[in-house]
């Protein structure tokens, strides 16, 4: 059980096009999913927090509107990075919390995108 | 704030080795703690948890104990395998602004040679 899967795994695409990410609980509902950035050999940063049904909630320094959230559904969120750029290159993870559940405090990873912008 | 602050790595260990990787923390109330496992290419896998003091976790002869007096969470394991290579992150839960995020550690990578 819990288990979130992402798509796409891997991402290429050229500087100034939007890819989308997506986030799914398989087998649980996620009112709450968590978006993070992971650089190479470094810590996971917090991004921003999904909430379905309403606007997401974003850390302090990331820009909402180059990182798009939907919480379309309790099974899905999406991330988009809109007009690419180099340094947005990076691993991108998502969590879902189940809502649900006995344990509401842990919270359940994706495998990971890795995006690639030339 | 809330921080977490691991020992720094990688460390290097033979098989059948024993590992402690040091974790402590500062927080506000009584948060979760989480030890969380990264494999090479993939996403985190929560590898164990303990939600109040004097709680031990423990999952795949990995333990570790909440110890609210010395505000640690140290993961041991007594006889490391080379399919333990990975990096390992603490965690604590934080329930600023009701959304119950996570705040992680900087990581620490092992790596078990035969």
């Known amino acids: 059980g819990a288990v979130v899967s992402q798509h796409p795994s891997r991402v290429i695409c050229k500087s100034g096009t939007s890819v989308k990410i997506e986030c799914r609980s398989l087998d649980f509902q996620a009112t709450t999913m968590f978006w993070y950035r992971q650089f190479p050999k470094q810590s996971l940063m917090l991004m921003a927090t999904s909430n379905e049904g309403s606007k997401a909630t974003y850390e302090q320094g990331v820009e909402k509107d180059k990182f798009l959230i939907n919480h379309a559904s309790l099974t899905l969120s999406t991330l988009t990075v809109t007009s690419a750029h180099p340094e947005d290159s990076s691993f991108y993870i998502c969590s879902a919390r189940d809502s649900a559940g006995a344990h509401t405090d842990t919270q359940y990873f994706g495998p990971g995108t890795r995006l690639t912008v030339l | 704030g809330n921080s977490v602050t691991q020992m720094e790595g990688p460390v290097t260990l033979s098989e059948e080795a024993f590992l402690t990787i040091n974790c402590t923390y500062t927080a506000t109330g009584y948060p979760s703690l989480f030890w969380y496992v990264q494999y090479p290419g993939e996403g985190l896998q929560l590898l164990l948890k303990?939600?109040?003091?004097?709680d031990k976790g423990s999952n795949k002869g990995f333990e570790a104990t909440y110890r609210k007096e010395t505000t640690s969470f140290h993961l041991e394991k007594g006889s490391v395998q080379v399919s333990d290579s990975a990096v390992y992150f603490c965690?604590?839960?934080?329930?600023?602004?009701?959304?119950?995020?996570?705040?992680f550690g900087a990581g620490t990578r092992l790596a078990v040679h035969p």
């Open positions: 303990a939600t109040k003091a004097d």
């Open positions: 965690a604590l839960s934080d329930l600023g602004g009701g959304y119950n995020k996570l705040i």
